[in-house]
C-alpha cells in the first residue's frame, strides 16, 4: 500500500508530486532544492548553503516518515555545474559520513527555480 508523506517542515510541491512516498518500508523523497519551507524562497547563494538547505528539507521529509538520514540508501544529485562537486561532496560528507548511501552524482543544464543543486534520496528501515 502506498502512503503519501507530507511535513510542513519541507518545501510544498510546485508541482502534480508528493514530497515522499511510503511503500513497505521503502520511502522515495521527490527531490529536494534550496527553498525555505516558511517562506518559499530560494536560500543560499553558493553551492555549500544551497546544499545544507537541500539535506535539511530531505531530512525533513525522511523525519516525517519516521525514517533518519542513516536510513538513507541511495541519493541522486543533480549539480547546475560539475565543477561544484568537490565543494557540495565537503558538505553532503558531514551528513553522510556514517555508512554513506550509494549515491548518482550529473551535471544537468537548468534546474527549476535556478538553484544549483537538486537531491532525490530513497531510503529503507533496517
Known amino acids: 500500500m502506498k502512503e503519501i ?17 511510503k511503500v513497505g518500508d521503502i520511502l522515495y523523497v521527490s527531490g529536494q532544492i534550496p527553498v525555505d519551507p516558511k517562506t518559499n524562497e530560494v536560500v543560499g547563494k553558493n553551492i555549500e548553503e544551497q546544499t545544507i538547505r ?11 516518515a519516521g525514517y533518519m538520514l542513516d536510513d538513507v540508501v541511495m541519493s541522486f544529485v543533480y549539480l ?43 531510503a529503507q528501515k533496517s
Open 54 to 64: 537541500v539535506i535539511e528539507n530531505i531530512k525533513a521529509v525522511l523525519e516525517a
Open 5 to 21: 508523506i507530507f511535513t510542513e517542515k519541507a518545501p510544498k510541491p510546485i508541482g502534480p508530486y508528493s514530497q515522499g512516498v
Open 80 to 122: 547546475k555545474d560539475i565543477k561544484d562537486f568537490q565543494r557540495f561532496n565537503e558538505v553532503y560528507s558531514k551528513y553522510f559520513s556514517n555508512k554513506p548511501p550509494a549515491r548518482v552524482t550529473v551535471e544537468v543544464s537548468r534546474l527549476p527555480r535556478d538553484v544549483l543543486i537538486e537531491i532525490t534520496v530513497i
